[in-house]
């Protein structure tokens, strides 16, 4: 079946623009991750959907990044106002939350490169 | 708050040879734990898992791992390395079971595998 799809591959934007990143879970996945990984490093947590709401926003770095999951399904991650360090690769997970021990599909992501 | 160690950045080890890839772990509760492997240019995949069954855990393409909660460990073997082995490898621990919940990430091993 279909694995976890992100869109775009790749990104590059202007210091200061608008991004916006797609995530498309597993059908009938309820959970949603969002992980940022950065050169060099594991993938960092940044948000948890259960359903439509953002069940854990801890790993959100500031208040330009904002997740939104309206129908329960796609997911869409925002950045307002790009700086060169949020340059990384994005991933997104889902997961059929409800039966343990919750393995994470990972999704290619998309790789964010602002210039 | 949990945590992980990945010991070595780097290991590189003869085709036919045992891997070995080291994880320590810090947590608060009962961990679940986890291996994943990144292929260049491809999403996260899981290897294994551990959630507090079988302290000895077998998973995919010949890998295990063997939790040790008297040395808070978690390291990976492989009796004999393939060239396609050569990837890194992130061990991953998450608190919960029985909800989901976000993962940590160690920093990576790169494995290396040469003939």
């Known amino acids: 079946g279909a694995g976890v799809s992100q869109t775009p591959s790749n990104k590059v934007t202007e210091k200061g623009k608008y991004v916006e990143l797609r995530c498309d879970p597993i059908?009938?996945?309820?959970?949603l991750y969002w992980y940022r990984q950065s050169l060099g490093q594991g993938p960092e947590f940044l948000i948890y959907?259960?359903?439509?709401?953002?069940?854990?926003d801890s790993g959100l770095p500031n208040d330009r990044f904002f997740a939104v999951r309206p129908e329960g399904s796609v997911s869409t991650l925002k950045i307002q106002r790009t700086e060169r360090g949020d340059s990384a690769v994005y991933l997104c997970?889902?997961?059929?939350?409800?039966?343990?021990?919750?393995?994470?599909?990972f999704g290619p992501g998309t790789r964010l490169t602002v210039t | 708050a949990q945590s992980v160690t990945q010991l070595d950045s780097h290991v590189s080890v003869s085709e036919g040879t045992p891997v070995l890839l080291r994880c320590n772990y810090s947590?608060?509760?009962?961990?679940?734990l986890f291996w994943y492997v990144q292929h260049p240019n491809k999403g996260l995949q899981l290897l294994l898992k551990?959630?507090?069954?079988?302290?000895l855990v077998k998973g995919i393409n010949g890998f295990e791992a063997e939790f040790k909660k008297s040395e808070t460990s978690f390291h990976l073997t492989k009796p004999s390395a393939h060239m396609s082995d050569a990837a890194e490898y992130f061990c991953v621990v998450s608190d919960l079971t029985g909800t989901a919940s976000k993962l940590t990430f160690g920093t990576g091993t790169r494995l290396q595998v040469t003939l």
């Open positions: 997970a889902s997961s059929l939350a409800g039966t343990s021990p919750y393995e994470q599909y």
């Open positions: 959907f259960q359903g439509t709401g953002a069940a854990d």
């Open positions: 059908s009938g996945h309820t959970a």
């Open positions: 947590s608060s509760y009962s961990p679940s």
């Open positions: 551990y959630t507090s069954a079988a302290t």
